[in-house]
């Protein structure tokens, strides 16, 4: 299982951008997919899931009402749309998808693979 992650880059504050994270070698239609980003020097962060048979959303609450998270289970495709950037909120953002909870589905563990990692930068 292959999970790639592309869109991101250098955005101004202030301004969107939306990323992409497509699965191959396994479809996750009954499986979450989800975000996670990891700034220079912090911990790794959840940002944002969705579950695949019903589409329940989770948000981290300093993403909620800026940021969207969606999925395409024909193209089994996540994304992320991202709206008044900051930047506090430039970071490698990873896609992650897994079908099982470990304690719940903001916990890294849950995922079980994992995308090589976009990297947005917001200037000032």
């Known amino acids: 299982v292959q999970l790639q992650a592309c869109g991101g880059g250098l955005v101004q504050a202030g301004g969107s951008l939306r990323l992409a994270c497509a699965a191959s070698?396994?479809?996750?239609?009954?499986?979450?997919m989800g975000w996670f980003r990891q700034a220079p020097g912090k911990e790794r962060e959840f940002v944002a899931s969705v579950t695949g048979s019903r589409g329940y959303t989770y948000y981290a609450d300093s993403m909620k009402g800026r940021f969207t998270i969606s999925r395409d289970n024909a193209k089994n495709t996540v994304y992320l749309q991202m709206i008044s950037l900051k930047p506090e909120d430039t970071a490698v953002y990873h896609c992650?998808?897994?079908?099982?909870?470990?304690?719940?589905?903001?916990?890294?563990?849950?995922?079980?693979?994992w995308g090589q990692g976009t990297q947005l930068t917001v200037s000032s």
């Open positions: 070698g396994r479809a996750f239609g009954s499986g979450f």
């Open positions: 992650a998808a897994g079908h099982n909870y470990v304690g719940s589905i903001y916990n890294p563990g849950s995922y079980g693979y």
